[in-house]
């Protein structure tokens, strides 16, 4: 597994004063990021370069707790699922001060190749990487 | 029904070219904005004035077609299910050039009063804008 | 002049209770490509097709009254100046409900080609239509 | 001087493949949280707690050169004014791969009660705080 914290940010809250939900998602894709950290050129060779991309296809989240200004969540990667051409993460948030959890969110992407966009088999260090975090 | 049509923005694409998927979910919030517009004052009086808000609690989504920059969408918002305390609404997104199925996506909200952050019973006026919007 | 409307949204606001800063600059953006809609396929063709781009090179701004989750903004677009390879741009903010200044953004442009990502001549039509929102 | 560093994120870009500029003045809001980090409970506090905001009232800022997906940007904070009840900061923002100036925002910020939202005068421990970082 991967652990990634991040603060809440002062523009990341609505107008109810909670971490508005879509960005927690946008918590998760910066959580990704850092998951494919240790390919070679990371995230962004993949995008920029390899033109490699992972648009995700479902979602299936769950909010636990609010979060708000001033908290921190500490977000923790794991692989659910290996597929073809397809993979999915599954990604488990919890604020840092009392640890309690506030989301639970699951993201299957379809493994693509962003110049034709069509769904690719899942390229091998990706699949090593992904493999890597798979839980126990 | 409610129908609220959406050009993507300059903004809303990331950097593998496609609108990136949280944004998605932001859409569905502004038309969620509309399709509470015929209560009094809207949903801006029940965050501002009633401090009724509808966190997400739950998500289920699917990406089924890419979106980019020059698209628009037309999201169709009906109610999925109405409770005591919570309600969802299921919002289908289709391209307007060309009719194609987008995404589709299910939220569950709680009913909650903002400053004790605790879930009420759905108001009266609330529960019948929904009532309006169930599938036939 | 042209004129644009835009009602804050749910998630325009920062955990001071405002519309965040930078929102207001890309309210700007939007009011911009309502600017640029009389030309044919509109910025989009710009961006997508011709590749022409609008890179910000200066601003300045000034902000006199905030601006809050159920206000609705007025954004006035005037041409402020036209050179051979750059433009700018004036926009001037007032909240609908009571005419109350909020803010005049100034936006200067280098005309660029964006596979190149260097500053070209003006095209012509985008001269004409900058020329036609120039001050009396 | 406080130093922020900030990789480029894969949702800041926008359909020209360039930063949103927007972003970039969000991007020099993260740096003034840090720049407050050294004020008992930080940013955090003065807003949450002390109620104490800084809403911009004026911008100038000049984009010298562009920022991509894949760049990390090395934000350089200094006092530029210490007013009576405003101040200003200056932000200097340059590409960490290659040193090239990407930008240099300026902005003023009327330090305010944000209940009132009423400028008042700026509080002790602020004070010292810019005064800390003004330039040599």
Redesign the interface.
């Known amino acids: 597994m991967i652990v990634y914290e991040r603060r809440v ?3 990341d ?6 971490v ?4 927690m ?2 918590y998760c ?2 959580a990704m ?1 850092v998951f494919f950290g240790s390919l070679e050129g990371g ?2 060779a993949l ?2 370069t390899r033109r490699v ?1 992972f ?10 707790a ?1 979060v708000r ?2 908290d921190a969540l500490r977000i923790v990667v794991e692989t659910a699922h290996i597929g073809t051409r397809s993979a999915s993460l599954r990604f488990t948030m919890t604020r840092v001060a009392d640890g309690v959890m506030a989301a639970v969110v699951k993201n299957v992407y379809a493994v693509s190749n ?1 110049d034709a ?1 069509k769904a690719i088999s899942i390229p091998d260090d990706v699949r090593t990487a992904l493999a890597a975090h798979l839980p126990a």
Chains 1, 2, 3, 4 share one sequence.
């Not at 508005?20 to 960005?23: C, G, L, Q, T």
């Not at 648009?55 to 769950?62: L, M, N």
């Open positions: 940010r002062f523009d809250v609505d107008a109810a004063g909670l508005f939900y879509a960005r998602l946008g894709h910066e990021e995230y962004v995008i920029n991309g648009p995700t296809v479902h979602i299936e989240a769950d909010f636990r609010p200004y001033g962003l966009l």
